[in-house]
């Protein structure tokens, strides 16, 4: 801020009028924004605060009534810790295994000069775009054969759903950290070569230490991406115990005629309340993180 | 050439560190460690074709990193085996059972099918008498039957394999006991179960099939449906191992197994079971698709809505996207880093619980949007945002821009501050208008720099099951007569989601992978191309 004054020597004696021309109006609009991008939060918030059971019309902040927050911590139908502690091993894990192999794979597309590069980083995102939704099906059937033959990777364990994920997080991965890779300038590798660096040296030691922030975004956006996973964790997991965050309150909502919407609300605020403030605190990488090389040229 | 060698000298050669060596030793012995223990499983499962490709690949994998050079493959190995067993894998998968008629009516093989069709189809034996009942189990582990013919008093026993233990009248010299009322109570050998232990049997007593004769088929069975009466049985239908046919007895009409249609089917065209088994189907689920009546109307409006969700998608996330991003790329702002953290908390929510809070926000009755946000128009002018066809899109439609724009905005923000100061800077010296500047020079720099990731973010929704499918369902449901159930917001994705994984017309996935097939083909060749021609053009402006 003192910067900004700086270059703007003039800035207190300019009129009212003309600082709501240039930037004032901006506030306001700002509080616009602000209302459209957080109305249906604040709404959720003040709906894990009432005992009401379906979407009924209600007040916000009419009520604060905080007996749906215990009751999600400690009710036995709906083991509230035990799915959160479920999503984040899975989520994590996948995060951070994915972010390390598709750096791997990255390093090698932007430092390596092989055969089959350019089609193979094509065919990577292409790969991407199979609707693997409808491929649940094959999904299933991998899972069901390891369940018979290496029951630690089969239906209904945490591992073999990780190695999904991990399948099919790479490409996507792999591709924006393509092109940050491609953004460090060669000339560092260059100068540890003549230090007698190896290339594990190289990529350990220079390139990964300086992407860190952006691994570190990396892994967050795959950690939320496992975590908002619905319908792959619904297929491997079958009992309550196993479930997922996302399964888990969907078993809240199941029933039309429940009384639980309040307790969903409860649920999603206490879960995502952990990766909001991640986000919030990370914001200044993540826009690196998620237009890898491809800003920068 | 000269390039390549280059690029040998920089990665090779160097002083490798004992720590990295020592590290390197010991991911691979895990790994071999793993893969060691996997194939002793295998083999001792018997299953050496697995075994071997297991093998194969563990082999593969040592000699990548134990050999001198090949660099590339020492990275992209890890990722590259992932993706193939994870994501290859169920591409191809998808596109052989699209050439299948696989689905609910045709789960399994054909043996899977014949057992599956006899075990569903049982009757009882005409005339027959009904038993009272015990089960027994000998020390050796086996269940028998112990049944009392209440019409004459005579007490039967046998087991489940016909040779070892016959069905018989069991007498005393068999050291039978019973009680006053005529119920056995002993038997030389056998324990008598308790309800309890009846119950835990598995699977359950009501899968025991006691033959009455040597041949299961033809002689009968007694079966019980609750452990407390058994009945004389019989199978429905008899099979014919070297005809290929099942027998119905009812009327002794003669089903062959039809291999093109996956069923047994009567000279009448008949069908003998709605089980039916896996069979190879040509081209006939594709045909299905682009030939099928009853599809192809649905289908064109969900194709052309499904384009036009994607792109509005696109651009309206953009739009709102770019313009915030714009306005506020003004260091002058005071607590501008404050107001961005908050504009993109829409990004953080998980995107499965946004949608479900959205669905409950627009129910027409009580939804929050119809009550407190638009309250002012009354009851009587409630919008039924999910319930008419025009409405349901423009929701599903606000919903994803609320979910997307905060990405736009993340994504333009760094492109715009890519964007070096000079270029403005000189623009503005020589007179242009802010519009001017952001019109002839922003704009077109950010689209080229962005171009891929709009491919991507069209691909992306495009497929984005969970934007329709958790706010919609697809619904609503407004032609019911349809004997494809299409919905009103229904996108490509979540209408054969709804073919593969049930609905009324039960789980086709061999049509559904078709469908995927086609899908996959669609938006890869779009973005092929789009990708091509951006690439193009970011050459052209270099």
Redesign the interface.
């Known amino acids: 801020m003192t910067n900004v004054q700086a270059h703007h020597p003039n800035v207190r004696r300019r009129s009212a009028g003309r600082w709501f021309k240039q930037v004032g109006w901006k506030h306001i609009l700002a509080l616009v924004v602000i209302a459209y991008a957080t109305f249906p939060l604040v709404y959720i918030v003040s709906t894990s605060l009432t005992n009401m059971g379906g979407i009924e019309n209600f007040t916000l902040f009419g009520q604060f009534y905080t007996k749906n927050y215990s009751d999600l911590l400690t009710s036995p139908d709906y083991p509230f810790l035990t799915w959160m502690k479920n999503t984040v091993t899975l989520a994590g894990f996948t995060a951070v295994i994915s972010v390390f192999i598709s750096a791997l794979a990255a390093f090698a597309f932007s430092r390596l000069r092989f055969k089959g590069r350019r089609p193979g980083l094509l065919a990577l995102i292409l790969i991407q775009m199979f609707p693997s939704i409808l491929g649940l099906t094959a999904v299933y059937g991998i899972l069901s054969k390891l369940t018979d033959y290496v029951p630690a990777i089969g239906l209904g364990t945490k591992a073999g759903l990780i190695l999904v994920y991990l399948g099919g997080s790479l490409g996507g991965g792999t591709y924006l950290m393509y092109g940050f890779f491609n953004t460090i300038p060669k000339e560092l590798d260059e100068a540890a070569k003549i230090d007698g660096a190896t290339h594990t040296q190289i990529y350990f030691k220079i390139i990964l230490r300086l992407v860190a922030p952006v691994l570190a975004v990396m892994a967050l956006l795959s950690f939320i991406g496992t975590f908002g996973d619905y319908v792959l964790a619904s297929i491997v997991f079958n009992t309550t115990d196993q479930y997922t965050v996302a399964v888990g309150l969907n078993l809240l909502l199941a029933d039309p005629w429940s009384k639980n919407w309040a307790m969903f609300a409860a649920g999603a605020v206490m879960s995502s309340l952990p990766i909001v403030i991640l986000f919030v605190s990370l914001q200044k990488y993540i826009t690196n993180g998620l237009t890898g090389g491809a800003v920068k040229g | 050439m000269r390039?390549?060698n280059k690029?040998f000298e920089?990665?090779?050669?160097?002083?490798?560190?004992l720590r990295?060596t020592l590290a390197k030793i010991l991911i691979l012995g895990i790994v071999d460690a793993g893969v060691g223990f996997?194939l002793m499983?295998?083999i001792g499962?018997h299953?050496i074709s697995?075994a071997v490709f297991f093998g194969l690949v563990a082999l593969l994998i040592n000699w990548i990193y134990l050999r001198r050079g090949g660099?590339?493959a020492k990275?992209?190995a890890?990722?590259?085996i992932?993706?193939i067993?994870?994501?290859?894998?169920?591409?191809i998968?998808?596109g052989y059972?699209s050439f299948t008629n696989?689905g609910a009516l045709h789960n399994g093989s054909y043996t899977e099918a014949l057992d599956a069709i006899q075990q569903a189809a049982v009757e009882p034996i005409e005339g027959a008498t009904e038993y009272e009942m015990k089960v027994v189990k000998s020390k050796d582990g086996t269940i028998q039957f112990v049944a009392l013919d209440t019409t004459n008093g005579k007490i039967y026993m046998g087991g489940q394999d016909y040779a070892q233990h016959p069905w018989h009248e069991v007498t005393t010299a068999e050291g039978l006991v019973v009680d006053d009322s005529g119920h056995p109570t002993a038997i030389t050998g056998q324990v008598f179960l308790s309800d309890d232990e009846v119950s835990s049997i598995d699977p359950g007593i009501t899968a025991y099939k006691i033959p009455l004769g040597p041949n299961l088929d033809t002689d009968g069975f007694i079966a019980t449906a609750d452990a407390f009466y058994a009945q004389q049985n019989r199978f429905s239908y008899i099979y014919d191992k070297d005809k290929r046919s099942m027998t119905r007895l009812s009327d002794n009409k003669v089903f062959p197994a039809d291999d093109a249609k996956g069923f047994f089917e009567n000279s009448d065209g008949e069908i003998l079971s709605e089980i039916g088994w896996q069979v190879r189907v040509g081209w006939s689920n594709y045909k299905k698709i682009f030939g099928d009546k009853e599809l192809r109307g649905p289908l064109s409006g969900i194709i052309l809505w499904t384009f036009l969700f994607a792109f509005l998608s696109v651009f309206t996330t953009f739009v709102l996207g770019l313009t915030?991003a714009l306005?506020?790329n003004?260091?002058?702002?005071?607590g501008l880093?404050i107001?961005?953290?908050?504009?993109?908390?829409?990004?953080?929510?998980?995107?499965?619980?946004?949608a479900?809070?959205?669905r409950?926000?627009l129910?027409t009755e009580?939804?929050?949007i119809n009550?407190?946000?638009l309250g002012f128009m009354g009851p009587d002018h409630r919008i039924p945002w999910l319930e008419q066809q025009g409405t349901a899109r423009i929701a599903v439609l606000m919903v994803n821009l609320?979910l997307g724009f905060?990405?736009m905005l993340?994504?333009c923000?760094?492109?715009l501050?890519?964007i070096p100061n000079d270029l403005t800077e000189a623009a503005g010296i020589d007179g242009a208008s802010p519009w001017k500047i952001v019109r002839l020079i922003k704009l077109p720099l950010l689209l080229?720099?962005?171009a891929?990731?709009l491919i991507?973010s069209f691909?992306y929704n495009f497929?984005n099951?969970?934007a329709i499918y958790?706010v919609t369902g697809g619904g609503p449901f407004l032609n019911p007569t349809l004997k494809v159930n299409a919905g009103a917001t229904d996108i490509l994705?979540t209408f054969?989601?709804r073919i593969?994984?049930g609905g009324a017309q039960g789980a086709d996935?061999g049509l559904?992978?078709a469908?995927?097939v086609l899908?996959?083909m669609l938006?890869?060749s779009i973005?092929?191309f789009s990708?091509k021609r951006t690439r193009g053009l970011?050459e052209l402006t270099?």
Not at chain 2, 85 to 91: G, L, N, S
Not at chain 2, 330 to 334: A, L, P, T, V
């Open positions: 390039k390549r690029n920089l990665y090779s050669g160097g002083t490798p560190s990295g996997v499983v295998l499962k299953k697995f660099l590339p990275y992209l890890p990722g590259v992932l993706l067993a994870f994501q290859v894998y169920v591409v998968f998808s059972i696989y915030l306005i506020f003004d260091e002058r702002i005071r880093k107001y961005r953290a908050i504009f993109i908390l829409p990004y953080a929510f998980p995107a499965f619980l946004s479900y809070v959205w409950g926000m129910n009580n939804g929050f009550r407190s946000i609320w905060p990405y993340l994504i923000t760094g492109a501050q890519a080229v720099s962005l891929p990731l991507a691909a497929n099951f969970g958790l994705i054969v989601y593969a994984f996935y559904a992978s469908f995927s899908i996959f938006i890869g973005s092929f990708f970011e270099q």
